[in-house]
């Protein structure tokens, strides 16, 4: 399966989803003019993934900023991750890191941990990590 690569700019996170190497990254700012048109290729690689996932799959999600659009559409990305825990056999982790006292996007990935059948773990980390 091909990588999925995405430079980060201000509005738009950094994707790098890459199932040979067992990297899965979002991170960055997620505040783009058209939300569904920058994650539908997202949406559609973890769709695809799905269908033949890796045994175990951890997923890094590092989001500074995060608008309620990018939000609406992250549910989609976790029903996605849901899917690849029914698969037989897999082992799924997602790591929502947050900046301390980061109230708001904490409690975004709280609620997602709620929504998620994987293993979620938040963790917070300083400004400088």
């Known amino acids: 399966m091909e990588a999925l690569k995405i430079l980060a700019d201000d509005s738009s ?15 960055g700012n997620s505040m783009p003019e058209n939300a569904r048109a920058f994650y539908e290729p997202i ?7 799905a269908e ?3 045994i175990v799959t951890e997923i890094v999600f590092q989001m500074n900023m995060l608008n309620t659009s990018s939000t609406k559409i992250f549910i989609d990305i976790f029903k996605r991750i849901n899917k690849i825990v029914d698969h037989e056999s897999n082992e799924v982790n997602v790591i929502w ?20 059948k994987a ?5 917070a980390v300083n400004d400088g990590e």
């Open 13 to 27: 996170p950094a994707v790098l989803l890459d199932a040979s190497k067992g990297m899965f990254h979002i991170r």
């Open 43 to 49: 949406i559609n690689w973890f769709e695809k993934y």
């Open 52 to 54: 033949n996932p890796n």
């Open 97 to 116: 890191y947050y900046n301390y006292g980061d109230d708001d996007i904490q409690e975004v990935g709280v609620e997602f941990k709620a929504f998620c």
């Open 119 to 123: 293993s979620f773990e938040l963790v």
